[in-house]
């Protein structure tokens, strides 16, 4: 039974891929357990690495580009990686590498970066991993407007984190015995939710709200209507690597950010607070990242709206004493530093990384200076 289990898993999520990619799409969005899988080996483990990296998708493709394509010297990826591929890794060894080089230290860096999360989720990993006595010495938050005012039509304990959290068997304890259990359950158990997940999606047609949230239709491609395209006609000149920035994700990102709301961005930004409040009660050092995006992403959401984010998310880090770094205020990045309008390639992802490392190094010196000591 066991062998035969094993080898419908392997056709499931190894043949079924390349013979019929939605479908498996459809499967892989579906599941939420093992599209988190990475947060809970972070908090469930004994590892206890000093520096973790919130973030939603913009965090987690650099990561894995600039990783490729510098580290593994593998050639450049010519266009977003597969969702599940970037939301699962879980390193960012380029940024490591930028902090020893700026630093002199080396630090053992986690990358928690999953697709379409938002504040409030960040906040609930936060929570738990302080209950796990994982205290890291400093939390680099990237940030965005979509984490604070587009949520996929969710509320807040209804995000893929937030079910996850409440569906997830926590382990009462943290003895080695238990963790290493939970560790086998983890890496044994999400291939078998997968292909389950697989089977449903087959014999059940998807709803029209979960359509709408991965942006596919049933009908042929060529039959599909096209979304409005603000952008049409905007295509980046060829970078080195030959690759164009056509902004493909404008119509997507149009969509969502026309239901955005003050009531949203409200209860996020509070949410942000709470976190950032509960990490100087715990002494965990978080510097927050504004994370770079095109203009005509920018210019898709409601000025007001976009003002507020950013007015109010200053002033909660500056109230929380978390450095703000703005990396979207300056020409450091063009269209040719991105895959589409939100999501930085390996070129801009080495931008990114860089600066912000510079400015970690400077903010960290500060600090011993002023207390005498070495804060990381």
Same mark, same amino acid.
């Given at each position: ?7 419908? %898993? ?44 919130? $973030?939603?998708?913009? !965090? ?29 890794? &879980? ?10 080089? &700026? ?24 929570? @738990?991993?302080?209950?796990?006595? /994982? ?19 969710h509320k807040m304990d209804d995000t893929r984190i ?20 939970? /560790? ?14 697989? !089977?449903?999606?087959? @014999? ?53 950010? $026309? ?20 990490? %100087? &009660?715990? #002494? ?43 990396? %979207?205020?300056? %020409? !450091? ?9 939100? #999501? ?7 931008? !990114? ?24």
């Amino acid at each position: 039974m066991a062998v035969l289990l094993v080898l419908a %898993d392997v056709v499931m999520t190894t043949y079924v891929p390349q013979k019929n990619l939605l479908w498996y799409e459809r499967s892989i969005n579906g599941c939420n357990e093992p599209f988190c899988r990475k947060i809970f080996e972070y908090i469930c483990s004994k590892q206890n690495p000093q520096v973790i990296m919130l $973030g939603s998708s913009l !965090l987690a493709v650099p990561s894995l580009s600039c990783d490729h394509a510098f580290i593994n010297a593998k050639g450049p990826l010519m266009s977003v990686p597969d969702i599940f591929a970037f939301s699962h890794y &879980k390193r960012s060894e380029f940024f490591k590498l930028q902090l020893l080089e &700026k630093l002199g230290k080396k630090f053992e860096v986690t990358n928690l970066g999953v697709a379409g999360i938002v504040a409030s989720d960040q906040n609930k990993i936060l929570e @738990k991993a302080f209950a796990y006595e /994982k205290k890291p010495a400093m939390v680099v938050w990237t940030i965005a407007p979509a984490e604070f005012i587009w949520n996929d039509g969710h509320k807040m304990d209804d995000t893929r984190i937030a079910l996850s959290f409440k569906s997830y068997v926590w382990p009462i304890n943290s003895n080695v015995a238990v963790l290493a259990a939970d /560790k086998i359950r983890r890496e044994v158990s999400w291939h078998f939710e997968l292909l389950e997940n697989e !089977l449903a999606a087959y @014999k059940t047609p998807m709803s029209d709200e979960f359509k709408k949230f991965i942006h596919r239709k049933d009908e042929p491609v060529e039959n599909r209507e096209p979304l409005p395209n603000p952008a049409e006609g905007v295509i980046s000149d060829a970078d080195a690597y030959g690759r164009r920035n056509r902004l493909e994700d404008i119509p997507n990102f149009n969509m969502n950010y $026309g239901k955005a709301n003050d009531e949203v961005l409200s209860q996020q930004l509070k949410r942000f607070n709470e976190a950032l409040a509960l990490c %100087d &009660k715990n #002494h965990v050092k978080v510097v927050v990242v504004n994370m770079p995006l095109t203009s005509y992403n920018r210019e898709l959401i409601k000025k007001p709206l976009y003002d507020r984010y950013m007015r109010e998310a200053t002033a909660i880090a500056e109230k929380n004493g978390a450095p703000f770094i703005d990396m %979207d205020k300056d %020409d !450091l990045f063009t269209l040719t530093d991105f895959y589409d309008s939100t #999501h930085l390639n390996e070129t801009g992802g080495k931008k !990114l990384f860089v600066a912000v490392a510079e400015k970690i190094a400077k903010l960290t010196s500060t600090v011993a200076t002023q207390a005498g000591n070495q804060p990381l």
